[in-house]
């Protein structure tokens, strides 16, 4: 509390007696929660709290390279930091105090970055997850000319309005070689160092002592992790290969029920190719035994310290992103290419595979992906595809169930009334015989550019496999944008399954209820 008492003081004692600029955002959450037994909306807010409120306001002082962060923020009854329970709290969640000295830059408080695309280290925030992986400590920058850079930093991960226990360390260095305006090389290498508090190291300690003798090992308090990397680009060719390895510590088997001391290693690499309307992308990952977590009690997305780059494409539509994927923390093979072909203004076709096993070989999760977007004229377009999926439901939710397999057969269409008007729909189904079996999803949308956009939409359990009857998961939904402010209200059933941005994943229960979002800036 000291420390955040000492920032407060230091934004106002700075905005009181000096001249400088303040900027900032708002934005706020709320629901009200209509009870439905019947599709699985029925957690403690639908029984006794009936609403919950989250929000943040954010703001930004600068002066004379010096620079004043703090955010406000606030959760009445959520849901949205575990959907399982009703956590209510307020205070500040983030603080930071940094200042620019010719080439070095400091940093103190919270912050958020990442080495490399992320596999070590990866500090960031997600609000519509309820993903928040600040490190509050002390973070330094050095420039050493324009193509040599160094930072550096030591703190630990925040965990809502505290922080584990456990210290992190790490530091990274880039470098980049400008052969001509056609051959670049960017290269770098990076090491994060995490060490366990007594108490964790103790409850790991006491829980491999009751193994049988064989499986026992010593855990160690640290464990260190590396990556190098490097992004070649030549005329229209990138390609980026990092290569990651972590020591010896104490892991969770698959089965989650015992400590291994194992080692970890990722390869990752992505190669892209593009001239006048044509692309392509060629994507492989390798991992074997590389969860990065504060603890080796922390599970899902608790601690996490790093991100594993997402391996299967990122989808706009419902139905088509209904079994999206996050990785395996045990170990996967993985691969993705997707084709971009557009032979005029008029036309582009999108092509997508994806294919991921386990560490064991086993199949996990497969994508075949296609799409035609067609501009008829000035005034309407079109865009149809399909998709199909095989998905492991175990490997990603952990329920004992049959893999999924799908095909999800799509359309969308847009018609412009005039420059500021225009009319979208889309139609999507899902057929499987597997999980709460096929879905018709159809939405209707109206928009008045660039202020007002009304939507109504209707996502139908076709044929149940978990329900009794066919039931409709309706949604009306209505924004309206004035100068930096957006308001949005909508009535929302939605059915229990994976939400994922950002290649970031967590299955969402049922929700049945009405939902209000303010966002603004200044």
Same mark, same amino acid.
């Given at each position: 509390?000291?420390? $955040?008492?000492?920032?407060?003081?230091?934004?106002?004692?700075?905005?009181?007696?000096?001249?400088? @600029?303040?900027?900032?955002?708002?934005?706020?959450?709320?629901?009200?929660?209509?009870?439905?037994?019947?599709?699985?909306?029925?957690?403690? @807010?639908?029984?006794?709290?009936?609403?919950?409120?989250?929000?943040?306001?954010?703001?930004?002082?600068?002066?004379?390279?010096?620079?004043?962060?703090?955010?406000?923020?606030?959760?009445?009854?959520?849901?949205?930091?575990?959907?399982?329970?009703?956590?209510?709290?307020?205070?500040?969640?983030?603080? @930071?105090?940094?200042?620019?000295?010719?080439?070095?830059? $400091?940093?103190?408080?919270?912050?958020?970055?990442?080495?490399?695309?992320?596999?070590?280290?990866?500090?960031?925030?997600?609000?519509?997850?309820?993903?928040?992986?600040?490190?509050?400590?002390?973070?330094?920058?050095?420039?050493?000319?324009?193509?040599?850079?160094?930072?550096?930093?030591?703190?630990? @991960?925040?965990?809502?309005?505290?922080?584990?226990?456990?210290?992190?360390?790490?530091?990274?260095?880039?470098?980049?070689? $400008?052969?001509?305006?056609?051959?670049?090389?960017?290269?770098?290498?990076?090491?994060?160092?995490?060490? &366990?508090?007594?108490?964790?190291?103790?409850?790991?300690?006491?829980? &491999?002592?009751?193994?049988?003798?064989?499986?026992?090992?010593?855990?160690?308090?640290?464990?260190?992790?590396?990556?190098?990397?490097?992004?070649?680009?030549?005329?229209?060719?990138?390609?980026?290969? %990092?290569?990651?390895?972590?020591?010896?510590?104490?892991?969770?088997? %698959?089965?989650?029920?015992?400590?291994?001391?194992?080692?970890?290693?990722?390869?990752?690499?992505?190669?892209?190719f593009s001239v006048s309307g044509f692309g392509i992308s060629l994507q492989h990952k390798r991992s074997k035994n590389f969860p990065l977590r504060t603890s080796p009690f922390a599970t899902f997305l608790v601690g996490t310290m790093n991100y594993m780059p997402p391996m299967s494409k990122q989808h706009a539509k419902t139905l088509p992103a209904r079994y999206s994927i996050s990785a395996l923390e045990v170990g996967e093979n993985a691969y993705q290419a997707e084709i971009t072909y557009s032979p005029n203004k008029k036309n582009t076709l999108i092509l997508n595979g994806t294919y991921v096993e386990n560490s064991g070989g086993t199949k996990t999760f497969h994508e075949l992906?296609? %799409?035609?977007?067609?501009?008829?004229?000035?005034?309407?377009?079109?865009?149809?595809?399909?998709?199909?999926?095989?998905?492991?439901?175990?490997?990603?939710?952990?329920?004992? %169930?049959?893999?999924?397999?799908?095909?999800?057969?799509?359309t969308e269409f847009v018609y412009k009334i005039d420059r500021k008007k225009a009319i979208r729909t889309e139609f999507q189904y899902l057929f499987t015989k597997e999980d709460h079996g096929d879905f018709f999803f159809g939405l209707a949308e109206f928009s008045v550019a660039p202020r007002f956009t009304i939507s109504v939409s209707d996502m139908i359990n076709?044929?149940?496999?978990?329900?009794?009857?066919?039931?409709?998961?309706?949604?009306?939904?209505?924004?309206?944008?004035?100068?930096?402010?957006?308001?949005?209200?909508?009535?929302?059933?939605?059915?229990?399954?994976?939400?994922?941005?950002?290649?970031?994943?967590?299955?969402?229960?049922?929700?049945?209820? &009405?939902?209000?979002?303010?966002?603004?800036?200044?």
């Amino acid at each position: 509390m000291k420390k $955040i008492n000492l920032a407060v003081s230091l934004l106002i004692i700075s905005t009181a007696f000096t001249q400088g @600029q303040i900027t900032g955002d708002f934005l706020t959450n709320s629901n009200f929660y209509f009870r439905d037994t019947t599709i699985g909306a029925n957690t403690s @807010q639908y029984q006794h709290e009936l609403s919950s409120t989250e929000a943040w306001l954010f703001l930004n002082y600068s002066i004379s390279d010096f620079n004043f962060r703090i955010r406000y923020d606030l959760f009445n009854n959520s849901a949205l930091l575990n959907p399982n329970e009703v956590y209510t709290a307020h205070g500040l969640g983030f603080y @930071q105090v940094s200042k620019k000295i010719g080439n070095l830059d $400091i940093t103190a408080g919270h912050f958020y970055d990442q080495f490399a695309t992320g596999i070590i280290f990866r500090a960031f925030e997600d609000r519509i997850l309820g993903l928040d992986y600040a490190i509050n400590g002390i973070r330094l920058k050095y420039d050493f000319n324009e193509k040599l850079r160094l930072k550096a930093f030591a703190g630990r @991960q925040k965990n809502r309005f505290e922080e584990h226990k456990q210290v992190m360390k790490g530091v990274d260095i880039e470098k980049d070689f $400008i052969i001509n305006d056609n051959f670049k090389l960017f290269t770098g290498a990076g090491m994060l160092n995490r060490t &366990i508090d007594q108490n964790t190291m103790t409850m790991i300690a006491n829980e &491999i002592n009751s193994y049988k003798l064989e499986d026992r090992f010593v855990p160690k308090y640290n464990v260190y992790a590396y990556t190098f990397y490097n992004n070649l680009v030549f005329k229209n060719i990138s390609w980026y290969v %990092e290569y990651a390895i972590k020591s010896k510590e104490a892991i969770r088997n %698959e089965a989650g029920d015992k400590f291994l001391n194992e080692s970890g290693n990722v390869f990752y690499t992505n190669l892209n190719f593009s001239v006048s309307g044509f692309g392509i992308s060629l994507q492989h990952k390798r991992s074997k035994n590389f969860p990065l977590r504060t603890s080796p009690f922390a599970t899902f997305l608790v601690g996490t310290m790093n991100y594993m780059p997402p391996m299967s494409k990122q989808h706009a539509k419902t139905l088509p992103a209904r079994y999206s994927i996050s990785a395996l923390e045990v170990g996967e093979n993985a691969y993705q290419a997707e084709i971009t072909y557009s032979p005029n203004k008029k036309n582009t076709l999108i092509l997508n595979g994806t294919y991921v096993e386990n560490s064991g070989g086993t199949k996990t999760f497969h994508e075949l992906y296609f %799409e035609y977007y067609r501009k008829i004229n000035k005034k309407f377009n079109v865009s149809a595809g399909c998709q199909t999926v095989y998905y492991d439901i175990f490997a990603y939710q952990f329920e004992n %169930e049959e893999a999924v397999t799908t095909i999800t057969p799509f359309t969308e269409f847009v018609y412009k009334i005039d420059r500021k008007k225009a009319i979208r729909t889309e139609f999507q189904y899902l057929f499987t015989k597997e999980d709460h079996g096929d879905f018709f999803f159809g939405l209707a949308e109206f928009s008045v550019a660039p202020r007002f956009t009304i939507s109504v939409s209707d996502m139908i359990n076709t044929k149940p496999l978990k329900m009794a009857e066919v039931k409709h998961y309706y949604n009306f939904f209505v924004s309206y944008s004035i100068d930096q402010s957006k308001f949005s209200l909508g009535y929302v059933k939605q059915v229990e399954g994976i939400v994922c941005t950002g290649g970031v994943c967590r299955v969402e229960p049922a929700f049945s209820g &009405i939902k209000f979002n303010l966002s603004t800036s200044f």
